[in-house]
């Protein structure tokens, strides 16, 4: 998910002289647009001077660049070191030399993305993702003021409330300049500090996974309160991505650990667990209430992951990954149990992905669920069933379930057809 520079479109004028917004699209959309400007023209619909005016708010903008990729990596790398040099603690200077020298070098790089911004609308580049890498270098930036702070006041480097500072500078820049790569960042900060609190306030795989779960559907359900941003807000909806995209794979992600036959010896969830599912419940409801039915489906795909991290939580395994040689009933019935959830679990996101028009959620889901077949055949299949016979097991599950959907839109299709006549 690499960020583009804005979400602001640019000013030109059209073929007739009247000033028109430039909008970033895709050249297989152009190139769609253009077959249906010739087809309205050639039905009359629209004359060639109003289909001129109209091609003329669009430019030709790829998504994924070359130049896009290295400014990304570049970015990221660069704060990477910039965060590594100050927590190897630079002893040739001052305490206070080092923070005013990080906080100035934070200052700096917030400023020139901002003029670069400036420059970018006057000159109407819409393509141009230089200003988001420099956004995203701004935003890791601010974890080395934060890392270095910390170092100042001698507190302790390995705390996850720095984690959590640098992901609330990191999102607060992000809505405060309409940027997606700070908030990227700062999804992925959040993330990581809620993992890392869990632990540490658990102990267990089990409380762990919980927290994760509820944390991933409160991710989802603010992702998709931000598709119902309206008014002045309304340039945050393309905000609510990550939010969204990362909340799946954080919800594949727990549920894949709890459907492996771990042996749990802990049986403590941890404060951080209550405290995030009421979090959850609270926003979960609050978005339900706003959103349209896709997002309504959204939510419930993330909060019946929780369901299913619960169940297959608390249904601990006999022993842990090969740990024994032959599964008891109750074990085989656990993994037949996590098999069908998480194959549900990842067509579901999967489907969603081509509905929301995100081939990045479908890939992931078919990766989860690839990797997902893959270590169960091993962790309890294996002494049964080969790799090869799940494989074709769950092959042929996807097939079926795909030959439904297919016929059911079918039928909905022939219906419309019906209705219309």
Do not use: C
Not at 25 to 33: E, I, K, R, S, Y
Not at 313 to 319: P, V
């Amino acid at each position: 998910m690499t960020s583009p520079p804005s979400t602001a479109a640019a000013t030109h004028p059209d073929p007739a002289g009247a000033p028109a917004l430039r909008h970033p699209a895709t050249p297989g959309q152009l190139a769609w647009l253009d077959t249906q400007l010739t087809a309205w023209q050639s039905e009359g619909l629209l004359d060639a001077p109003t289909a001129d005016r109209l091609r003329a708010r669009y430019v030709a903008h790829r998504r994924l660049t070359l130049a896009r990729i290295v400014l990304t990596l570049g970015a990221a790398f660069v704060g990477i070191g910039l965060v590594w040099t100050v927590a190897a603690n630079l002893d040739a200077v001052s305490p206070l030399i080092r923070i005013l020298l990080v906080a100035l070098v934070w200052l700096a790089l917030v400023v020139v993305a901002e003029l670069l911004q400036r420059r970018r609308e006057r000159l109407g580049d819409v393509a141009s993702p230089v200003v988001g890498a420099v956004r995203l270098l701004a935003a890791a930036a601010f974890g080395a003021v934060v890392f270095q702070a910390a170092q100042s006041l001698q507190v302790p480097a390995d705390r996850p409330g720095l984690v959590g500072l640098w992901a609330a500078g990191a999102l607060l820049y992000g809505y405060a300049v309409v940027g997606v790569g700070p908030v990227v960042l700062g999804v992925l900060l959040g993330s990581i500090w809620t993992v890392w609190s869990a632990a540490d306030a658990g102990r267990t795989v089990l409380g762990v996974t919980l927290t994760v779960a509820a944390a991933a559907l409160a991710a989802v359900a603010v992702g998709v309160i931000h598709l119902r941003l309206d008014g002045r807000l309304r340039d945050w909806r393309a905000l609510g991505v990550p939010w969204r995209e990362l909340g799946a794979a954080l919800a594949l992600g727990s549920l894949f650990v709890a459907a492996l036959p771990v042996d749990d010896s802990g049986d403590r969830t941890g404060k951080v667990f209550l405290v995030a599912l009421g979090v959850a419940a609270v926003v979960a409801l609050a978005a339900s209430l706003r959103a349209d039915r896709l997002g309504r489906t959204e939510i419930a795909l993330a909060a019946a992951t929780l369901v299913g991290v619960v169940v297959l939580g608390l249904w601990r395994a006999s022993a842990g990954l090969g740990g024994v040689a032959e599964p008891t009933p109750s074990d085989w019935a656990r993994a037949v149990v996590a098999v069908l959830a998480y194959l549900a679990v990842t067509s579901g996101y999967a489907i969603l992905g081509g509905m929301r028009d995100s081939e990045r959620l479908t890939w992931v889901a078919t990766a989860a669920l690839v990797l997902f077949t893959t270590v169960q055949a091993f962790a309890v299949f294996a002494p049964v069933l080969s790799g090869a016979v799940l494989f074709l097991a769950v092959g042929v599950v996807l097939l079926g379930t795909g030959i439904v959907a297919d016929r059911g839109r079918r039928r909905l299709v022939a219906e419309g057809r019906e209705a219309r006549s």
